[in-house]
């Protein structure tokens, strides 16, 4: 009898997400993601969400790869990859063969979660929208600051201010959103250098232009449906392309922290590697 694998599921494949897949995996836990079957993406080279397009895809040297079944993910662990599911409403918890240990809740979505402290023997949340002792076992702050990668056991996080976190003295002016409805077509690679006022995308055909000179750090993948006012991209203001294929020092933060949660837990910390 083919024995079940204990696994970490972790809900999103965007680049917090894949900061924490990423940590874990390093550190000898098996990872599950799940995702959508068209992600909207901005941070896509350091995203594991874009195995979703591209069958699999490779952040700082580790690979998931897009499965269908649970035979595939024994063939990716045996890789030394990270399975990914397309899988919106992580269905593949009740399969027989995985024994899902804890759920990290990734998807940033900024609202309570439709599963609750009984999906796995531990769930964890990012930011807003979690209440820890509530919808969850523990929160991790995702707000940039001195608590940022903090694990909350009792009440919230900070909340959603809206505004993102500052970059090299640039706030909102670096996000990049979409100026109508339609389908984003792509003009401009992600960890190109770009001038302000040039060109990157454009949706119906009304273009999306670098508020500054620096270096394109995502973009929401190509062909997919956007709405007005949506979040479709983010320049670096630091002008260094190698910041769009490195994971974040947020990511990795949140990362220790969903680590230090894990391994806080006697009931959960003695069955991660057996």
């Given amino acids: 009898m083919t024995s079940r694998i204990p696994v970490i599921l972790i809900r999103g494949g965007g680049d917090l997400a894949s ?80 024994d899902v240990r804890a759920i990290v809740d990734a998807r940033m979505t900024k609202q309570p979660p439709e599963l609750g402290m009984d999906a796995a023997p531990m769930v964890i ?24 990668g903090r694990v909350i056991w009792e009440g919230t996080p900070q909340p959603n201010t809206g505004i993102p976190g500052p970059v090299d003295g640039q706030r909102s002016e670096r996000v990049l959103r979409s100026p109508a409805d339609g389908k984003l077509r792509v003009v401009k690679d992600i960890g190109g250098r770009v001038l302000q006022r040039e060109r990157v995308a454009e949706v ?26 949506m979040k479709v991209g983010d320049v670096d203001p630091r002008n260094d ?22 391994l806080t837990q006697p009931e959960v910390r003695q069955t991660l590697w057996t």
């Fill in 19 to 98: 900061g924490v897949a990423l940590r874990l995996h390093r550190a000898g836990l098996k990872v599950v993601i799940t995702e959508l079957p068209q992600p909207l993406v901005v941070r896509r080279l350091v995203a594991y969400a874009s195995a979703v397009f591209h069958g699999e895809f490779t952040v700082e040297g580790t690979t998931a790869k897009l499965v269908t079944d649970v035979g595939e993910a024994r063939g990716a662990f045996d890789a030394q990859q990270i399975p990914l599911f397309v899988d919106p409403d992580c269905d593949i918890r009740h399969a027989g063969a995985l």
């Fill in 125 to 148: 949340g990012l930011g807003p929208g979690f209440v820890a002792g509530e919808n969850c076992h523990a929160v991790i702050e995702t707000s940039r600051g001195h608590s940022l």
């Fill in 204 to 229: 119906s055909g009304q273009p999306i232009v670098a508020p500054f000179n620096g270096v394109l750090r995502g973009l929401v993948h190509d062909g997919l449906p956007v709405h007005k006012g």
């Fill in 241 to 262: 392309p190698s910041h769009a294929r490195l994971v974040s020092e947020k990511s990795l933060a949140i990362a220790g922290g969903v680590l230090e949660a894990l």
